[in-house]
């Protein structure tokens, strides 16, 4: 699922010369050279960020969500083991 798309104004309708990788530490960088002597540096970093975080009760085989911290509270939803 993409959550967020960008454009770059400026690079419509350029001519790509190459494009180059490289690695810096947990850093992928991206130069797109163009034609003009320009080029587009895109560099794309590892991120983490909490999917799920809630607050169950068990209860008969059944696990019951008491608090849905990302999502707002659910009391009732059910889950299963």
Known sequence: ??????????????????????NEGDTLYFHIRFTDKTFLGISVAPSVRVHSADLYAESSGDYEVLKDYVHGTQPGKKAKK
């Open 1 to 22: 699922m993409f959550t967020e798309q960008n454009r770059y104004p400026g690079v419509e309708g350029k001519t790509v010369e190459y494009i180059q990788t490289r």
